[in-house]
Structure formats: structure tokens, C-alpha cells
């Protein structure tokens, strides 16, 4: 009898955990995505603080300083123009963090939108959207990338500020060049999460549930934000949170090949770009900005890795 009891109480106090709060539980006992997590809030820091943190502002430079290696007063060195390389890398850090988030953001919006209208539109409606899915997707992502820019670098430069496209060109340019990288990215980053939103709704849409909430007459429009969105918005963010790292990839590629930021804004791409061509006799000038790309897409995997697997419902204990 008292055993009984004790089942009993045991049993009433124990309260059922929210995904919420079970999915945080398993995420904190990955030891890779913790790390990655406490890296990624570092570099956020680091970007948010660049004007306090960076010891030098990124054009500062003297040439007597030209090509100097690492001392007591340049822990990492400086470049071709006697440029602070720890200070440039810091500042650095708001350029690949603003494509990701920004990219991320872009891509999420628009994928998922494209999606939930497709799929749960049907008929000829999602035929007609998908197949234009199939066609952007028949360019290879990081080629349409380079044509777009391309065509912003090249021709909106050349167009009077008073018009529309020279308020875009000016835009860019007060940016650094940041603008328009966040215009390519975002135009070819979303086909993935729209196929993925598009077929997770057209699974939703035909669930026991959905056709009882149609039944009693319940509004399309509010079938589809009260029951099939909340269904995709997890996995969608899952799946974003796995894309980050390629669209600091692609930033970082469109720099390195003169397309990305302008200078003297600094860019870890742009920063291999400018001290490639003497890595030989000053290695530094490539292998920091290197080490910095590949800690902060280590980061980014790992902690998409540990929220995908946090998110699992497969996932117990």
C-alpha cells in the first residue's frame, strides 16, 4: 500500500515537459553544438562590439608597418598597406554574420511563403509555381550568383542617383557593397526551403484533422496559419539554421573574387584575395583569415547538427 502511494505521488508530480523546453534539454547535452553555440555568440559580439574590440579601425594603416608579422603590438600581423590584421578580421565578422542572418532571413520569408501557397493552393496553381522552382533550380546557385552580381556591379553603377536603380547603386555603396550581396543570396537561396515547406504542406493539408477543420467550415486562410504553418515552422527551422554556413560561403567567395564587399571594407574573403598572392614569405596574411572562415562554418554546422537532432521526434531520453 505505501509503495502504491508512492507510485502515485511520484506520478502527480511529474509535469510533462514542453517540446520547447525537452528539445533546449537535448541541445544542452550535445557537447558540439554547446560549443559551436558559444562560438557563434562570440563572433556576434565580436561583431555587434567591433568598434570598442578591434584595437585599430579597419583603414588604419601606416606603411612603415607594410607586410609586418606578428608582434607585441599587431598580435596577428598587418597587410600590404600596414593594416591591423586582428582588427580587420574582428571587423570582418559583421560582414559574414550580416550575409548569414540576413540570407537566412531572406531565404526563410520567401521559401516559406512560396511554399505554404503552393502547396496548399494545389491544383494548377502548385504546378505552375513548382515548375518555375524546377527552372531556377536548373541554374547552378552559386553561378546565378556571380551573373547577378555581376549585373548590379557593372551596371548600376553607371545610372543617375536621381532614378530608382541610382538610389539602389547609392544604397550599395554606403553599405560597402554589402547591399547588393544580400539581394543575390536572397533571390537564389529560397527554391530549397520552398520544395521543402511545399511538400511538408501538401502532406499537412490532407491529415484527418484538417479535413474535420474543413468540414465544420473553418476558413481556408485560417486553416492554413492556425494548422498547416505551425506544423512546417520547425522543421523550416531546422533546415535554415543547416543553410547558414553556405551563405557565409558565399559571401566570402563573391569577396575573394573582387564581386563581394567594396573596399576598404573588410571581408575575410577579400582578405584571402589580398594576401594570397604573397602567402609564401607572409603566410599570416592568409592563414588567419583561413582559420577565421573555417572556426566560424565548424560553428554554424554544429550547432544546426545539435538543433536538427534537438528537434527530432525520433530523439529520446
Known sequence: MLLLNMVKQGTKERKPRSLGKDALRRLSRNSAAVVGGVIVLALLILAVGANWI???HYTEGR???????PNAEHLMGCDFMGRDLMSRLIYGTRVSLSAALVGAFTSFFIGVTYGLISGFAGGKVDNVMMRFVDIMWGFPT?????LLMVYFKSTFSTIDPGTFRGALSALDSRMGGMFFIFVGIGITSWLGMARLVRGMTLSVREKE???ATRAIGTPRLRILFRHVFPNVLGPAIVSQALMIPSFILYEAFLS??????NPPMPSWGMMLNEGYVAMRSH????????IAISVTLFAFNFLGD???DAFDPKQVG
Do not use: W
Open 142 to 146: 552559386l553561378i546565378l550568383i556571380i
Open 306 to 308: 545539435g538543433v536538427r
Open 256 to 261: 575573394f573574387i573582387g564581386l563581394g564587399v
Open 63 to 69: 606603411i612603415i608597418d607594410n607586410y609586418l608579422h
Open 54 to 56: 578591434a584595437p585599430y
Open 283 to 290: 603566410p599570416h596574411l592568409v592563414l588567419f583569415p583561413a
Open 209 to 211: 484533422y484538417i479535413e
